[in-house]
């Protein structure tokens, strides 16, 4: 079964699979050979795709070697800033890792010693639960993004009401415990926000301050990431920014509505952050070259678990994804999306390559063909629409 129930619509591209917007395409059976130079046309090619398929704006950014362009199409500009949904996961992911380096934490501990009677309730058991299964989903802990109450509140026409309602990590960690787990801790895989809203708590516990704070002064700052922001409960947008639209409903033919603010406590650690393509590939670049982490984390960082037969090419690390595209190109990164907005980030093992990019809508367009559009130069479909597909739930 799905893991997200509600394909081309804001809960399908919204947490529920944040990955899977540039994870889950099934790669072509006949491989293609990757460009001998960068060549964007394909790239711009899938972004006017895009524009076709009813996205209002969509805009990309490369950087190979010295080679650096940016595509748009509709009604986008190209250093527009957006929310980057569950791309938020590798920046809290990140911090942990630090924090386990310095020797603050293990991520073998279980969360219990952090959160003490946290996760419990329903099956749930935070003594048998650790910190590293938070960050690789395999917890066995229940997204609260799946709750169909939360659902109807937050991502169907309820939203319209309740755009502007703060969450605590408490109260969304609690939703999740009103049910039992997916599977006992170890034995399997399931895309969970819950488990990094429980990571951000770690983090807050270690510090003792927001897992936000740490990202600012850990990553943000360091790397001079000046249009990369952890809001809060800050609901305004800020500038450059084209608007968001949504559905906000399974039903083609219904209305468009305007998004783009919202109070995005309803992710927090596992989704909040708002940046542009400049400074998410600047961030994924750093990152795979060893430049954030230690050469053991980032080992840790990278090493994967699957997530499924189903899906071979395709292994979820700590916050972080590898997936192998139909030429054979294996990129790093993660996908996110958030009411209105499905974006990607994705680059080679080697730092070199990078590739991030955004659609202003979550009822359409296909990301996965952008990512095999710029990596492997090609333009046909991969068998899986990006904003649509899931990863599958055990």
């Given at each position: ?31 293609s ?19 076709a ?35 938020t ?25 952090w ?5 419990r ?51 969304l960690v609690a ?105 998410l ?75 991030a ?16 559009a710029?990596f ?19």
């Amino acid at each position: 079964m799905s893991a997200a129930r509600t394909a081309r619509t804001v809960v399908a591209a919204t947490l529920v699979a944040g990955l899977a917007a540039t994870a889950l395409a099934t790669p072509a059976l006949a491989a293609s050979p990757a460009p001998a130079k960068p060549d964007h046309t394909a790239t711009q090619q899938a972004l006017d795709a895009a524009v076709a398929d009813g996205v209002p704006g969509a805009v990309a950014q490369a950087r190979d070697g010295r080679d650096r362009w940016t595509g748009t199409a509709g009604a986008r500009g190209g250093d527009d800033r957006y929310r980057v949904g569950s791309i938020t996961k590798t920046f809290t992911a990140t911090v942990l890792l630090q924090l386990q380096a310095e020797g603050r934490i293990d991520l073998d501990d279980p969360v219990e010693k952090w959160l003490p009677g946290v996760v419990r309730g329903n099956g749930h058991d935070g003594r048998k639960i650790t910190v590293r299964q938070l960050l690789n989903h395999t917890s066995g802990i229940y997204s609260y993004t799946e709750d169909p109450a939360f659902q109807a509140k937050v991502f169907g026409p309820g939203f319209l009401e309740h755009r502007y309602d703060t969450w605590t990590p408490k109260q969304l960690v609690a939703v999740a415990m009103a049910h039992e787990p997916d599977f006992t801790p170890g034995a399997s895989w399931n895309y969970s926000n819950t488990n990094f809203v429980l990571a951000g708590m770690v983090i807050e516990k270690v510090t003792g301050r927001s897992y936000g704070k740490a990202v600012e002064n850990r990553i943000i700052k360091p790397l001079k990431l000046r249009a990369t922001t952890v809001p809060g409960a800050r609901s305004a947008m800020p500038e450059p920014s084209s608007p968001a639209y949504s559905k906000l409903s399974q039903d083609v033919n219904a209305p468009v509505h305007d998004v783009s603010t919202l109070n995005p406590s309803i992710a927090g650690a596992a989704g909040e952050m708002i940046s542009d393509s400049r400074d998410l590939q600047t961030f994924y670049r750093a990152l795979l070259q060893g430049r954030i982490l230690p050469k053991s984390a980032l080992k840790e960082m990278t090493t994967t678990v699957q997530i499924s037969p189903e899906y071979p090419n395709v292994g979820y690390g700590l916050g972080l994804m590898k997936q192998k595209l139909s030429c054979g190109e294996e990129i790093w990164g993660h996908g996110g999306g958030i009411h209105g907005s499905s974006s990607l980030a994705q680059v080679t093992r080697d730092g070199e390559h990078s590739l991030a990019g955004n659609f202003n809508a979550d009822w359409a367009g296909d990301s996965q063909k952008v990512i095999e559009a710029e990596f492997c130069g090609t333009t046909g479909t991969t068998g899986t629409t990006g904003t649509a597909a899931a990863a599958p739930k055990k």
